[in-house]
């Protein structure tokens, strides 16, 4: 069965700093791989997805992933945060394959940026 | 197009009472999904419909849950008897096709059962 781990409960970095969020899947073939974004009281949004091709993936607001198979992750990162980056960051797999589309998620890491 | 609306927003409830919640997806995606998400926790899947047909649904969607898309346009979750279990963050997502587009998600339904 699918799996996502994010190890990474709350992460709090200073305005302007680089960011790296984790992400580790299980899965028996390369699924598709999601980050999305929430803010308090919110739903969800997609910030990238990748599905095949270039491992490096650009998303919206600045972020980036990338995916490394060896290594069975999908790391997000973003050169120099905002302040209005802060939020709770879901990191997604869905399996290759399927018919349903149904995603499994991560426990979500909560991003503190101080001023 | 106002993206996944759903309703209410919040709601608070007692103890054994039945609470319906509804989804009106973005018109053109065929396919809708329930989340429920817990206080630190990732969206749980609980269901998912292609236009009216329910085609698959969580072991954690027990009989006290039940969910409907008449015509295949918006959504119903109603859960029967509420526990306080049950108090979470309902999310409803619509896609179009697969994976390729990703979901859209509601702002959700915060349940809380007293």
């Known amino acids: 069965a699918q799996s996502v781990t994010q190890p990474d409960i709350h992460i709090t970095v200073s305005e302007g700093a680089s960011l790296e969020l984790r992400c580790n899947y299980s899965?028996?073939?390369?699924?598709?791989l999601f980050w999305y974004v929430q803010s308090p009281g919110q739903g969800l949004q997609l910030l990238l997805k990748?599905?095949?091709?270039?491992?490096l993936v650009q998303g919206i607001k600045g972020f980036e992933a990338e995916f490394k198979r060896s290594q069975s992750s999908f790391n997000l990162r973003k050169p120099s945060v905002h302040w209005s980056d802060a939020a709770e960051y879901f990191c997604?797999?869905?399996?290759?394959?399927?018919?349903?589309?149904?995603?499994?998620f991560g426990r979500g890491t909560q991003l503190t940026v101080w001023p | 197009d106002t993206g996944v609306s759903q309703n209410p927003r919040h709601k608070i409830t007692k103890r054994g009472q039945n609470v319906t919640f509804r989804c009106d997806p973005i018109?053109?995606?065929?396919?809708l999904y329930w989340y429920r998400q817990t206080l630190g926790q990732g969206p749980e899947f609980l269901t998912y419909?292609?236009?009216?047909?329910?085609?698959?649904k969580s072991r954690l969607l027990s009989d006290r849950f039940s969910a409907e898309r008449p015509k295949g346009s918006f959504s119903t979750l109603e859960i029967q008897r509420t526990e306080q279990g049950d108090s979470a963050m309902y999310l409803c997502?619509?896609?179009?096709?697969?994976?390729?587009?990703?979901?859209?998600f509601g702002s959700g339904t915060r349940l809380t059962v007293v």
């Open positions: 997604a797999v869905g399996a290759r394959g399927s018919t349903l589309g149904r995603l499994y």
């Open positions: 419909f292609q236009n009216e047909a329910q085609l698959e």
């Open positions: 899965y028996g073939a390369t699924p598709y």
């Open positions: 997502a619509s896609s179009f096709g697969q994976f390729l587009y990703g979901y859209t």
């Open positions: 018109s053109e995606h065929n396919r």
């Open positions: 990748y599905f095949s091709g270039d491992t």
